[in-house]
């Protein structure tokens, strides 16, 4: 948007009412790693399509527990290889469901 660095902090401080040092740490944050944001936006993204697409296939087996730890006990992953994790995931959770 073209503003200075004073402005950007002056505006997280009025839009979010957290104190200036926050407001510093966050526009700082942005301007020397931009594509930290784009990447963690990204990866919500990717997660939330991994979620919706488990959800739709264990329908009332779908557990939000067992699929956070599917996401997350591995730490960060690139997302084509957490993608291929969730889906063998939900592989194995309709096995245990067909085996019932």
Request: hydrophobic fraction near 40%; charged fraction near 25%.
């Amino acid at each position: 948007m073209g503003w200075s660095r004073e402005q950007a902090i002056e505006y997280f401080e009025e839009k979010t009412g957290q104190p200036e040092q926050n407001g510093v740490v966050e526009v700082d944050r942005y301007v020397v790693w931009p594509g930290q944001a784009l990447g963690y936006k990204i990866g919500q993204l990717k997660i939330q399509e991994l979620r919706h697409a488990a959800e739709q296939e264990l329908g009332d087996q779908f557990a939000i527990r067992a699929f956070h730890d599917a996401v997350l006990d591995q730490g960060a992953l690139p997302l084509d290889i957490l993608d291929a994790r969730v889906t063998k995931w939900v592989a194995a959770q309709k096995a245990k469901q067909s085996a019932r």
